[in-house]
């Protein structure tokens, strides 16, 4: 069982930056492949970007955010993280971290063009939540 903690949501101005860290319960990320989820009222959770294990080969999902998001990892740290950059106002949404052990089954290029998939994943963690205003 692994459990996920996220934090660094908080309310920002259009145009800041946040970083989300994603704490994980577990000896070591390097055997888990992880990801950001995110979630609006009313709105089903959607796939944000994805990390293979080790953390070196990933995938976005939302042309809105290709080159303001960036995940990555610390193997060190146990921990993921989603660089926010130029923030808009429709970034606003609770972000979810989600690990999954299930994809050591799965070819790597299978597994991460698939993996806005909330299915792909096997832990999820609580949510943090960003609010950017204009």
């Known amino acids: 069982q692994v459990q996920l903690v996220e934090s660094g949501g908080e309310s920002v101005q259009a145009g800041g930056s946040l970083r989300l860290s994603c704490a994980a319960s577990t000896s070591t990320i390097l055997q888990l492949c992880m990801g950001w989820f995110r979630q609006t009222a009313g709105k089903e959770r959607e796939g944000v970007a994805a990390?293979?294990?080790?953390?070196?080969?990933?995938?976005y999902f939302l042309d809105s955010a290709k080159g303001r998001f960036t995940i990555s990892q610390n193997n060190a740290k146990n921990t993921l993280y989603l660089q926010m950059d130029d923030l808009k106002p429709e970034d606003t949404a609770m972000y979810y971290c989600?690990?999954?052990?299930?994809?050591?089954?799965?070819?790597?290029?299978?597994?991460?063009?698939?993996?806005?998939?909330?299915?792909?994943?096997?832990?999820w963690g609580q949510g943090t939540q960003v609010t950017v205003s204009s």
């Open positions: 990390l293979w294990r080790g953390g070196r080969d990933s995938s």
């Open positions: 989600a690990a999954s052990s299930s994809c050591r089954a799965k070819p790597r290029d299978y597994w991460l063009s698939n993996a806005r998939d909330q299915a792909e994943f096997d832990y």
